[in-house]
């Protein structure tokens, strides 16, 4: 069960992120001597450069927006000006305020050794950092991810922005062009855009969102069109060079080949994020990777090569979703501190996702695509979100709700909500999915009026009267006419 051998600590975590930070927090609690490595900034992406600034940003956007947009509301309209400097002030005021919850010092009350400084793994078992090795029985690899940089011919020679450095920006950009369509690349197109920017979507495929239903992606291109986002599909940026007088020029390149030059100001790179684990030793010491530079673990989150090793969060794959980085934390936590006597198999069934783009996205469960590849018979309920009377009050109706189900029942196999509050009108179907539960629970539940909530209730009564008996209604109605 245990070696002779003694080790400095029982747990060493390198990487002070979201999944570096439950996992220490969670040891320690547990009153593990716990060892947290960070060589940069504690709280990670989501804290400085993810989470917490994108959705700081995309609140002013959406005010000016809001303001600009005020005759709707009766409201005399104003053209709002942006004090770029102050949005990003407030961004960074933000960031200061959370900062304590992930600081060392706080960390340190927790009983967990911070120390900051490159780590580097020269055997299963030890961790050199700042010229000094540390031994510990489990290390949990939380090293998180970075933005990927796609191979362009002539970026080396240029400044170019990723969602790491983009908050260091002191101006608006009079343009930008965003290469990308996910979550980060439509946020960050629409932020900018609403503060000012002349944006410009670049996208390879045919449509954006490509992780979402076909709809989410339709829906959006137009909103975004209606927002003055110019959208380039089945285009790709073949070459970028420095303009003369700032700025950069792009070589784009649509499905016919033809190319074109053209000048924006800032270039956001937004093409997807990559594992650090680079320049880790993690390959020296027979660490396995993925072939997308994850490390390679079993259902239990250990490394495939060293059980004692084990990985959470982005590292891990195969999702990059902060919430699912604290989730995978407690498995890998648990495991190395109580694996032999007990170990839990990590528990993928239920992974919720958003894009906080407005309106809001939020999907649980399986794809229509999917569940067709799979061979599994389903039924699609729409319930569109423009007639609701809390949204039209609020100027907000417009979106859809779109729930699949097992074909003859009422058990929920997925679920995709583009909308006002998608994030948390979404829990309601996460947790009905959790218990067991399915469109009868929803439809038994008392929802408050007016409110956004009620569009999961109507949609659970539309299906409800679509599958009505016809037989048991024809006897009602004969009863009533009887007892006239």
Not at 301 to 322: E, K, M
Not at 344 to 366: L, N, Q
Not at 400 to 412: N, P, R, T, Y
Request: glycine letters at 8%; a negative charge; hydrophobic letters at 40%.
């Amino acid at each position: 069960m245990f070696s002779g051998k003694k080790y400095d600590t029982n747990l060493l975590v390198i990487g002070a992120g979201s999944a570096g930070l439950i996992s220490a927090n969670i040891a320690a609690t547990l009153k593990a001597k716990v060892t947290l490595i960070e060589r940069h900034k504690m709280g990670g992406d989501c804290l400085n450069t993810g989470c917490v600034p994108s959705k700081t940003l995309l609140r002013s956007a959406k005010i000016r927006h809001l303001m600009n947009d005020s005759e709707r509301y009766g409201l005399k309209a104003a053209d709002v000006a942006v004090d770029f400097p102050a949005v990003m002030g407030r961004v960074q005021s933000i960031i200061k305020h959370i900062e304590p919850n992930d600081s060392v010092e706080r960390y340190t009350s927790l009983g967990v050794d911070c120390i900051s400084g490159d780590a580097k793994l020269v055997s299963p078992n030890e961790v050199l950092v700042n010229g000094e090795k540390i031994s510990a029985r489990h290390i949990i690899l939380a090293m998180g991810a970075r933005p990927f940089i796609p191979e362009i011919a002539g970026l080396d020679a240029i400044d170019y922005l990723t969602s790491d450095n983009i908050w260091q920006l002191e101006e608006l950009p009079k343009s930008m062009l965003v290469m990308g369509s996910g979550a980060i690349a439509c946020e960050m197109s629409q932020a900018f855009s609403r503060l000012g920017s002349e944006v410009t979507m670049v996208q390879r495929s045919s449509s954006i969102l490509n992780k979402e239903e076909p709809e989410v992606g339709e829906f959006m291109l137009k909103a975004f069109e209606q927002e003055g986002i110019q959208v380039k599909l089945n285009s790709k940026i073949s070459e970028v060079r420095k303009a003369e007088g700032g700025g950069v020029e792009v070589c784009l390149q649509d499905e016919s080949g033809e190319q074109s030059w053209q000048w924006y100001e800032q270039i956001l790179l937004a093409v997807g994020r990559k594992a650090n684990t680079d320049g880790m030793g993690l390959e020296e010491v027979g660490v396995e990777l993925n072939a997308d530079g994850t490390v390679k673990v079993d259902e239990y989150l250990r490394s495939s090569s060293h059980q004692n090793i084990l990985a959470c969060g982005d590292v891990a794959g195969p999702y990059q979703f902060t919430h699912m980085a604290s989730h995978q934390a407690w498995y890998a936590t648990v495991n190395s501190l109580f694996g032999f006597v007990k170990k839990f198999k990590v528990d993928y069934r239920i992974v919720p996702k958003a894009v906080f783009t407005d309106p809001e996205i939020a999907s649980v469960g399986k794809l229509e695509s999917e569940l067709k590849a799979e061979g599994v018979a389903f039924e699609a309920v729409h319930f569109p979100l423009d007639d609701m009377d809390r949204a039209l009050a609020e100027g907000e109706a417009k979106g859809f709700i779109k729930v699949l189900l097992k074909d003859g029942s009422d058990k929920i196999l997925g679920v995709t909500i583009v909308g006002a509050h998608a994030a948390e009108l979404i829990t309601e179907f996460i947790h009905v999915i959790k218990m067991g539960k399915g469109l009868n629970h929803i439809l038994g539940t008392i929802h408050i009026y007016p409110s956004f909530s009620e569009a999961n209730k109507y949609l659970a009564g539309q299906w409800k009267r679509k599958h009505a008996p016809q037989w048991a209604l024809k006897i009602l109605q004969k009863l009533h006419a009887w007892r006239r």
